[in-house]
């Protein structure tokens, strides 16, 4: 089992209104040069395909009206992490997130979690962790290449979604102090 976790400070914990949008609505893996198919808002059940686009950082090449890309697999969203509240000891902890595990025919095999959260510093980071194998014969064979190329894209994950944080404007303090906002079964607190 290959277990990886890359994590980066982002800046700022006014950041995170823009962070926790930009990772809820796949915008982080589009962010590295992968494509989620169909596009809407991560949701426990959810399932996508996920494609890289080869020409990254450039946009995707269009031919004969679809896109160019490479297919990676399907997975299905199995948690979604959207929280913001106050503990016991008056201390505001936010996060935003999900887990997906991928499906039968996805070039691994296993979960993946992005995840921003707000630390104790007012510091906001994302960190993204996976537990998998190689799902396919050819990685199989190539292990090591697996884990290399797993922990590159983690880290184009991170530094893509900190680029596009930078290029957006800061917003206001958060207005949602004390708030969890209730997706369902898949949602969880962090203590």
Known sequence: MNRLEHTLD????????????AILTWKLQESAGVIARPVRRAHVGQIVDLWLNPVW?????????RELSVPVGPCEVVEVIDTEVTDEERQFQRAAGFVYRTLPGHLESGEQTFLVTVSSDDRLRVTITSESVPGHPLLKAFAPLSVAAQKMMAARYATGLKRMLQRLPSPGPSSFHGR????????????
């Open 10 to 21: 982002l800046g700022s914990a006014e950041l995170f209104p823009l962070a926790r949008e």
């Open 180 to 191: 969890q906002h209730i997706l369902g079964e898949g949602q969880h607190r962090i203590q």
């Open 57 to 65: 950082p450039r946009r995707a090449v269009r031919l004969r009206g």
